[in-house]
């Protein structure tokens, strides 16, 4: 590597610190009229935009088949799009494994599918619905009874894409039966209270359901402000409320399970066992008592629907899910239009996440120009995801077990995320976090700014250097375990450093690069006049990864 031209990029990489905080596939089933659509994005950039807030990264393959449908009819395919499996996926790998007399799977291998998922499936806006709902519905692979159950967790996965356009009440049943959530949040064994009094139920699932999955902790208007009496926040419910939830959720075991303590060791729907549930009379949220004597099924779905049915669910869970697509700071107005399609998506249902999906990515906080305060930080895992489909990376080739290796074993040690892997329930970053200092000061949020740090800030930075700079088609002795960027539409422009600098504006920041950073990469290319072509090419992708500017989606 030529030395002077390196000391610039290191100059112009200091720089950006100092000024900036598939060919088109023909569609056989024709549902529409021979008239040009009213929503068609008015550019490339809008819709690049666009597919950065609804999928893993846009590509110019997917602007050019949403410019030419618009968006309504985009998300219409989009929702009728089947999940791709992760659990399938695992099962046929394991077998595999283990016909050959090789170990089984592990979190390693799902964690491969999760990232040539994110990179290549179809069914993007499903696969993004799914992890945006991973991180409100939370289970982890560092709890010590998941670690060694990647099949299973890959079902959870699984439930959350099957789902993700479906009834939010559906997905929490769904959630509340399943195993891998039973010994994340504990109520997997769990039992009514021993005679003597001395064993108890335990509350996890209990408090979680209410504090994380459904109501939060204060009552909330539509809009999402708190509702006051006497000047202070109501409480949506309080310890009695938590005991009692924790009885309704007593008996639960495995699928095939005759006694609270057998049954095989599966990912299929919990069954409960009569006699260890408990049958007394329950009062629950809002006061409404769920009476004694009813089956554990009964009771349960009892109790969902008293959370589903709270007011504070609809403007709680859009919050979140706006935060995740779109914006970190929503104002008021945007979570009470998205609310409102919660509570009722035109045909008097509640909960249609699909609606609630369609209000998030076409309202107009979401479509109009951006304004000060709107937008949010890139999800550390999808600046990388959105680089790849970006640069159409070359995936690599299965190997003999049906293993697609992608290099990413361990993304919480580069980014401090990892799917289905937080630390915590309350998943890689709280929703209320406010980096402190100016967003702070402006009352603004930036969940994702909490997993910053010096040691993330320098293993992502290592780590985007290793997936772009040191990962290219083309290469000599190129690695087999990680996917490889198409540098060539770069490497095409190479004497024209103004061409190369507003193909990369399109392709990972839709037109939304500022002059001031167009024209320092501009003169960075300049500057490296004497370097090939190639050179040129993986040092623009990854200095334009490292910028503020990519790291911020507006």
Known sequence: MNMNWLSGLVACSMLFGATSARALQHDPMFTGNFEMPADLPASDMEAARFLTQATYGPTTSEIARLR??????????????????????????????????????????RLDRWFHTAATADDQLRQRAAFALSQILVISDQNSSLGGESIQVSEYW??????????????????????????????????????DGLRQPDENYAREVMQLFTIGLIERNTNFTPILSGGLPIPTYDQGVVSNYAKVFTGFNYNNATSISNGTNTYLRMTCIATEHDVTAKTVVGGTVIPAGQSCADDVDDGIDLLFGHPNVAPFISRQLIQRFV???????????????????????????????????????????????SGKPREPMLKLTAMWRAWDAQMPAADDYGNIAMGMTNPSGSFGQRPLGADTVFNFFEPDYQ???????????????????????????????????NSYVGMSSPPSNRPLLNLAPLVALS????????????????????????????????????????????????????SPEYAVQR
Request: avoid cysteine; glycine fraction near 6%.
């Open 68 to 109: 030419s449908m618009g968006y309504s009819e985009w998300l219409r395919r989009e929702f009728n799009k089947p999940a791709t499996s992760a659990r399938t996926y695992m099962e046929a790998v394991n077998e595999a494994r283990l016909a050959a007399s090789q170990s089984g799977v592990s979190h390693n291998n």
């Open 158 to 195: 699984d439930i959350l894409a099957r789902n993700a356009f479906g009834n939010y009440r559906e997905l929490l049943d769904q959630v509340t039966w399943n195993p891998s959530m039973g010994k994340y949040l504990s109520h997997f064994r769990n039992r009514k209270a021993s005679t």
């Open 327 to 373: 914006s970190s700071s929503p104002s008021s107005a945007y979570i009470q239009r998205v609310a409102q399609k919660f509570n009722n998506n035109g045909f008097g249902e509640r909960g249609d996440l699909s609606a609630v999906m369609k209000q998030i990515l076409l309202d107009p906080e979401a479509r109009n120009a951006p304004g000060t305060n």
């Open 435 to 469: 980096q402190p200092g100016a967003i702070a000061d402006a009352g603004l949020f930036s969940p994702e700014f909490q997993t910053l740090n010096e040691s993330t800030l320098t293993s992502s930075s290592n780590s985007y250097y290793t997936y772009s700079w």
């Open 495 to 546: 004497s024209d450093p103004t061409a190369m600098v507003d193909e990369v504006n399109k392709r990972m920041m839709y037109g939304s690069m500022s002059t001031m950073m167009r024209t320092t990469l501009i003169n960075m290319l300049v500057f490296m006049d004497g370097a090939t072509a190639t050179d040129k090419a993986r040092t623009l992708i990854y200095v334009t990864a490292l």
